[in-house]
């Protein structure tokens, strides 16, 4: 049982390395870094396949376009630029999808509403009440409310 403990810290530790280390390269690099500072973070890039992909995923977290642009001086974003425009694919996708949902619903509530007023009305047309000429009736509707009928009403 153990055993599946440790590599599993083990792994999250060395991704939070990666992670740390890739901040500090950013850090170095926004504050100016020198031609060999840049051929070093080269060496560093060469020496794990996950290192381009942990340093995109920092900058992306910092969100600073002058260090997009610094790092594509290094390697090419294209990963990057499809990453940002697969967020915005779902995220229109997304929004469209609630819209349509949102005016479904709508439409469905409008629809069974009009149909339910239409029933109410049909219902409570069939039913004739009138008055005779001097009289005077108060009636009790099935929605409990009541209406008065004055004289030679119809």
Known sequence: MNNNVIPFTHQRKAREEKCERACIWLTRLDAGATFEDKQELGRWL??????PRILLEMAALWDQMSMLS????????????RLQQNRLHRRRRL???????????ALGGAAFMHGE?????????KTNYQTAVG??????LPDG????LNTNTL
């Not at 007023?117 to 047309?125: H, I, Q, S, V």
């Not at 009289?135 to 009790?140: N, S």
């Not at 409310?145 to 008065?148: D, F, G, K, L």
């Open 46 to 51: 060469d020496e794990d396949a996950s290192h």
């Open 70 to 81: 610094e790092l594509s001086e290094i390697f090419p974003l294209d990963h990057y630029a």
């Open 95 to 105: 929004l469209i999808a609630s819209a349509l949902l949102v005016g479904g619903v």
């Open 117 to 125: 007023l239409a029933r109410y009305l049909e219902r409570d047309t």
């Open 135 to 140: 009289e005077r009736r108060t009636l009790t």
């Open 145 to 148: 409310s009541e209406v008065m």
